[in-house]
């Protein structure tokens, strides 16, 4: 019995009740998991509708503060981290109905162990962010975004180590694609990269910045997925919004830090007077970036929070060609065929990886099946004795 409902909570990709599986009420097994898996392909939807929608119009938004006369790299990773506070009221309702359950849970580990964590991933948040800044500005937002790919690659790698991730033949397909599809760019020619506006050495350094940045994204998001299980240990809402916040804390005090160490503050005024779109528009840009990408970081954590690193990721590779075609259209950047195929090695390799999830769940409603019929033989056999 218990393994058959064990089973269940596997396919809501909830690992933090497994161990209390086995205590749930037999009366329960035929309804009480429709409804959580109900509520759980809701959540995911949702999720993944923050990540898709925070990640493109943040993405768009700071490739436009750069084209208009935006110019400062550590501004530009200041508003990617300084969104947290807009999702405080939500925060300060949720705490006093878990006070007491988050008060049993913080005993397990020492305050410095949550505080080491807090500091850790907000430190590699930053710097991720600053490469980010650094990687749109010297590159077109079309080309950024299919470099952005990478990060899949790059998580499954992590997660093999940190979080025991098994590599399937679809899987493995799936980060081949990926990695040819990022290398192609590399070889696109000249006039396919905008040469007009970007030189060929800001190119390499846009091109470097933004891997070595996926590569941190990847491995901060193969770090949140194992301190929820090895650390946090809390299946709450709380537990998940405590890591925004603290990091992002952290993130953005280091972003600020930066700002005035070096110098950026004292060119912001004329940068702001110079916006070509004018005052108003320059600081709406910036709000809604930073608003962008903290709904971005509601759903990737959310989807860490309840499946796992790699899905998160793969959800905001689901936003690749997304975001390039839209360049397209506002930005006017140019699709050349290096692109499209690299766009179409992307989205083969999101399948893939997609179809390999398709076949685990299948196998896992198949095992539950029999786990059930299982049960109920064994009960009807002790009902006859």
């Not at 809501?12 to 998991?33: I, V, Y």
């Not at 505080?115 to 500005?137: D, E, T």
Request: glycine share 8%; net charge neutral; hydrophobic share 50%.
């Amino acid at each position: 019995m218990g393994k058959a409902i064990e089973v269940q909570l596997q396919i809501m990709g909830n690992e933090f009740k497994e161990e209390n599986s086995g205590e749930l009420d037999a009366g329960h097994q035929s309804t009480k998991p429709q409804i959580k898996g109900h509520i759980w392909w809701i959540k995911m939807g949702i999720y993944s509708l923050f990540v898709l929608s925070g990640q493109t119009v943040a993405t768009l938004l700071g490739r436009l503060y750069f084209d208009k006369g935006g110019n400062s790299k550590w501004m530009s990773a200041f508003v990617q981290l300084a969104g947290f506070p807009l999702i405080l009221p939500f925060y300060c309702i949720l705490l006093p109905k878990n006070s007491t359950t988050d008060s049993i849970d913080a005993d397990r580990h020492p305050a410095l162990t949550f505080a080491f964590l807090y500091v850790s991933l907000g430190i590699l948040l930053a710097g991720m962010c600053l490469l980010y800044s650094y990687g749109m500005s010297n590159l077109p937002v079309s080309t950024f975004s299919l470099i952005c790919a990478s990060q899949l690659g790059f998580n499954a790698f992590f997660s093999f180590f940190l979080n025991a991730q098994k590599f399937t033949f679809f899987i493995t397909n799936s980060l081949v694609l990926l990695t040819i599809s990022s290398a192609l760019l590399v070889f696109q020619p000249d006039d396919a990269s905008d040469s007009k506006k970007i030189s060929k050495g800001k190119y390499i350094v846009g091109f470097l910045c933004t891997l070595f940045a996926s590569a941190g994204y990847a491995l901060m998001l193969s770090l949140t997925q194992f301190a929820f299980k090895k650390i946090i240990k809390r299946n709450t809402m709380r537990a998940m919004m405590d890591l925004i916040i603290y990091q992002s804390m952290v993130a953005t005090c280091l972003a600020l830090a930066g700002l005035f160490a070096s110098g950026d503050w004292k060119v912001l005024k004329k940068e702001m007077e110079e916006y070509e779109l004018g005052k108003v528009s320059y600081l709406m840009t910036l709000i809604w970036i930073a608003a962008g990408w903290d709904v971005f970081s509601l759903g990737a954590v959310g989807l860490i929070f309840d499946v796992s690193s790699l899905f998160s990721n793969v959800i905001s590779t689901l936003g690749l060609p997304i975001v390039p075609v839209l360049a397209v259209v506002f930005f006017h950047d140019k699709m050349d065929g290096v692109k499209v195929v690299a766009m179409l090695l992307a989205i083969w390799g999101f399948v893939s990886y997609m179809y390999q999830h398709y076949l685990d769940d299948s196998k896992s409603k198949a095992e539950r099946e029999n786990a059930t019929q299982v049960s109920q033989a064994s009960t009807g056999e002790e009902v006859q004795i």
